[in-house]
């Protein structure tokens, strides 16, 4: 029987080496150069991250998300969720080893999907860290309905022409390319009736109208483009996939990327945890610690149980994508670790926030910064309520109805049924009375 929850002495070793690096070279860098992991590296910034990048690939761990074949060690999820906990910590660290989304799925979908010249213009350089790529899919009136989705690519000739509207693109300010789902053809089912294209940022008729940014963040300043597609015209070699494959390649992009997310959430959620212990050590009122108030240690305990499930969970989850090598087989358990991602995260960073005290709400401390990334992935990859709804639809798929009046469990029937199973020795119980 094989049941293990040690890692291999070789990888942890890359893992331990990871979370001193993380810690002592790269989360500096959250605080240099807050809002710059996407643009594009000058030469200060590239004397400084260049060698950090160079050291994580001398280790091994450069771009892990990808197979051996195109320059990555073919880890599998479970490895590659240890290793997203210890970067979830810094938003550089996934820039420094060469796994930042949405770069991470599109090179994944490009190395499945793309052509050979596809692969060499887009892939490579991606692969290199050398530039940024934008997944081009939400639109303003859509929201999670792509039945709702408007975005048109039609045959010109040997060229495909594209005009529409997307929303929240995010990096599209400094991408290089951007990958652009378009409905192709209007007299099939939505599903059947997309396409994804490989659209040059400098492609005449892209229009950036505005860079939305999240809360906080000064207007037309974010990193979240509402562009206009007007007449954008490519050719036909800018398919990626088969016409009418949106939605196939969209999978093999999605399954992988909800781990690591997951992941990297909770190597946050363990960040905020780890603050508030040490605030709970360290400050007295009313003549105790505040690690010996109740309340506070309500709040330590509630925060490591929710994380700790919650960690076991997606780490499981990792291992049986390893084992089946199916995303679709366990679309149930990845929808479920998207819907418990954002709630593990605001829980536990606003119960820091609370132990902190008026500190906890400044802009000196991360917490707003925690709570609000969690409502934001509420909503990335389709929001909450989504998710439920598939994972419900999933798991009803394991049960029947009862034709009968009363439900299977009704304890008069099963009373019965007792009692004529053990009616010989019940029988035998009376006569000896």
């Not at 039945?147 to 010109?156: E, I, L, M, S």
């Not at 990626?240 to 690591?260: P, S």
Request: overall charge negative; some cysteine.
């Amino acid at each position: 029987m094989a049941w293990d929850f040690e890692t291999d002495p070789e990888y942890q070793e890359k893992l331990d080496w990871a979370d001193a690096f993380v810690r002592d070279e790269v989360e500096p860098l959250d605080l240099v150069w807050e809002h710059e992991q996407f643009v594009p590296l000058d030469g200060l910034r590239r004397k400084a991250i260049d060698p950090l990048k160079q050291r994580v690939r001398k280790q091994g761990l450069w771009a892990t998300h990808l197979g051996p074949e195109l320059g990555g060690q073919g880890y599998g999820q479970l490895k590659l969720a240890l290793l997203n906990e210890i970067l979830g910590r810094s938003s550089w660290a996934p820039i420094v080893f060469g796994c930042q989304a949405p770069d991470t799925g599109n090179a994944e979908i490009i190395a499945h999907y793309g052509t050979p010249e596809q692969k060499r213009k887009y892939l490579q350089p991606l692969l290199d860290g050398e530039l940024f790529s934008t997944y081009s899919m939400t639109e303003p009136q859509g929201g999670a309905d792509v039945a709702q989705f408007r975005t048109r690519a039609v045959k010109d000739g040997t060229d495909w022409v594209i005009n529409g509207w997307k929303y929240f693109s995010s990096n599209a300010k400094t991408a290089s390319f951007l990958i652009v789902m378009a409905v192709t053809d209007t007299e099939v089912p939505v599903h059947k009736g997309m396409s994804m294209f490989l659209v040059p940022a400098d492609t005449p008729g892209i229009e950036i109208v505005r860079n939305v940014g999240l809360y906080g963040e000064p207007m037309n300043g974010g990193s979240h483009a509402l562009i206009h597609y007007q007449d954008v015209r490519v050719p036909a070699d800018a398919l990626l996939g088969g016409e009418g494959q949106a939605f196939a390649v969209a999978q093999t992009r999605l399954g992988g990327g909800r781990i690591h997310h997951a992941m990297r959430t909770i190597g946050l959620a363990q960040k905020a945890l780890d603050m508030m212990c040490e605030r709970a050590l360290s400050r007295e009122t009313a003549g105790s610690r505040l690690a010996d108030k109740q309340t506070i240690q309500g709040y330590i305990a509630d925060s490591y149980a929710q994380l700790t499930q919650f960690r076991l969970f997606v780490l499981h989850t990792a291992w049986k994508i390893d084992k089946y090598n199916d995303y679709k087989k366990l679309r149930k358990d990845i929808a479920t670790a998207k819907i418990v991602m954002p709630t593990v995260l605001h829980d536990i960073a606003w119960r820091a926030m609370q132990v902190h005290g008026a500190l906890g709400v400044t802009n000196e401390m991360p917490f707003f910064k925690m709570i609000h990334g969690a409502a934001v992935m509420g909503l990335a990859d389709g929001p909450t309520e989504v998710h439920k709804t598939t994972v419900a639809k999933q798991v009803l798929r394991d049960y029947s109805a009862t034709d009968d009046l009363w439900p299977t469990q009704w304890l008069p029937r099963k009373q019965d049924e007792a009692r004529a199973k053990y009616a010989e020795y019940l029988e035998l119980e009376v006569g000896n009375l």
